[in-house]
């Protein structure tokens, strides 16, 4: 049974790095396409990005450059950056593991981060 | 980037009752279409995907259609555990998107 265990610090301040990591138990890290999402308090959902093939990346341009997705086979994990944050980067970040399709199969339980000085 | 509209944007609905939600994409998705739900403080969980393939493990209540720009995720007979907020997924092309959710709660 795959499980997703996001980690990060919940308070960054602005201007900042957003750093955050998903471990993942249970399967293997080397096929599927593992994601990044987020959802603002209150609001909908946005696909930030996601690694696959063990380091090929997409990432939502939404975010332009600022975003920076990499993974650590050896450890079963895969890391979320996200350079020069704002207050409009305050949500609840998730993880997840999407199978070809791009559904999206399991997910973390989600971590807030707030950006605030 | 691919928008999806949902409506309605909330439902109130007894238990038992049949509820259809529909989604609607401004461009075509052929089936790359997933439906998911979410209760509140939790991860969403993914009940459909390509347009009609219900999940394993997800109740036979409920259902998807559509194909093209128009979906709908209908739960035949409302459950006390359903009432939810549920997202549409297009898959058909990055950045992959979510329509803005429909609220189902109790009237």
């Known amino acids: 049974h795959v499980q997703l265990q996001e980690s990060g610090p919940g308070l960054v301040k602005p201007s900042e790095t957003l750093s955050l990591t998903c471990n993942v138990s249970?399967?293997?890290?080397?096929?599927?396409?593992w994601s990044w999402i987020r959802q603002p308090p209150g609001k909908g959902l946005e696909w930030i990005g996601y690694?696959?093939?063990?380091?090929?990346?997409k990432h939502n341009p939404s975010l332009k450059s600022r975003v920076t997705i990499s993974v650590d086979t050896s450890k079963n994990q895969f890391s979320l950056r996200v350079t020069s944050v704002t207050a409009a980067d305050t949500a609840v970040y998730y993880c997840?593991?999407?199978?070809?399709?791009?559904?999206?199969?399991?997910w973390g339980q989600g971590t807030l981060v707030t950006v605030s000085s | 980037d691919i928008q999806l509209t949902q409506s309605p944007s909330s439902v109130s609905a007894s238990v038992g009752d049949r509820v259809i939600i529909t989604c609607r994409a401004s461009?075509?998705?052929?089936?790359?279409l997933a439906w998911y739900q979410q209760k509140p403080g939790k991860a969403p969980k993914l009940l459909i995907y390509?347009?009609?393939s219900l999940q394993s493990g997800v109740p036979s209540r409920f259902s998807g259609s559509g194909a093209g720009t128009d979906f709908t995720l209908t739960i035949s007979s409302l459950q006390p555990e359903d009432f939810a907020t549920y997202y549409c997924?297009?898959?058909?092309?990055?950045?992959?998107?979510f329509g803005p959710g429909t609220k189902v709660d109790i009237k």
């Open positions: 997924q297009q898959a058909h092309s990055f950045p992959f998107t």
């Open positions: 690694i696959y093939n063990s380091g090929s990346t």
């Open positions: 997840a593991r999407a199978v070809n399709g791009g559904r999206l199969e399991y």
């Open positions: 390509a347009a009609s």
């Open positions: 461009q075509a998705v052929s089936n790359w």
């Open positions: 249970g399967g293997s890290i080397s096929s599927y396409y």
